[in-house]
T-cell receptor, first 113, second 112 residues
């Protein structure tokens, strides 16, 4: 069964550095999402993406964040200048036209020191 | 925006007993309500979902009920087993945006 994949599984970075988290959604899916989960807390919506543009973003998704679909398979989340409070698990998800069920990737655990 | 409240935050049951987790939502336009199970360090896995045109849905030992008028929905797990131990999240979304808003999660422990 096809699955959403994410790389890297773990990323450690220094505060102020840029990080790019990568996701490969399921191949026939058209809608893409990023969520984050701070340790021990709930999953929080960051951004949704469709037709090469952002559909919706939350209050968390400020100017430090950006998303891109650089080619036909990858979907990336960039954090321009990381802060300590960006430490979290970041999940990518995707779904297809007419389907509301979202399928999650395994996540990238980001640690900002 | 949508606000999803989930209770209880922790739930401990004996193996074989039933477990019930409840969620409320604020946006009457929400029409899709999935439940995810998350084991430690793993991705959320969809276990069951319900749409607003349905009041109840069952899949083996798992059932979900939805009360649109009261804006609440519940997860019921019967004949619980130790492998049901995990954190369960409810969520709500609308067709237009489809961004999901999650509840705070319930840590379910099933004691053998």
């Amino acid at each position: 069964e096809p699955e959403v994949t994410q790389t890297p599984s773990h990323q450690v970075t220094q505060m102020g550095q840029e990080v790019i988290l990568r996701c490969v959604p399921i191949s026939n899916h058209l809608y893409f999402y990023w969520y984050r989960q701070i340790l021990g807390q709930k999953v929080e919506f960051l951004v949704s993406f469709y037709n090469n543009e952002i559909s919706e973003k939350s209050e968390i998704f400020d100017d430090q964040f950006s998303v891109e679909r650089p080619d036909g398979s990858n979907f990336t989340l960039k954090i321009r200048s990381t802060k300590l409070e960006d430490s979290a698990m970041y999940f990518c998800a995707s779904n297809t036209q007419g389907e509301q069920t979202q399928y999650f990737g395994p996540g990238t655990r980001l640690l900002v020191l | 925006g949508e606000n999803v409240e989930q209770h209880p935050s922790t739930l401990s049951v004996q193996e074989g007993d039933s477990a019930v987790i409840k969620c409320t939502y604020s946006d009457s336009a929400s029409n899709y309500f999935p439940w995810y199970k998350q084991e430690l360090g793993k991705r959320p896995q969809l276990i069951i979902d319900i749409r607003s045109n349905v009041g109840e849905k069952k899949d083996q030992r798992i059932a979900v009920t939805l009360n649109k008028t009261a804006k609440h929905f519940s997860l019921h797990i019967t004949e619980t087993q130790p492998e049901d131990s995990a954190v369960y999240f409810c969520a709500a979304s609308k067709t237009r945006n489809n961004d999901m808003r999650f509840g705070a999660g319930t840590r379910l422990t099933v004691k053998p």
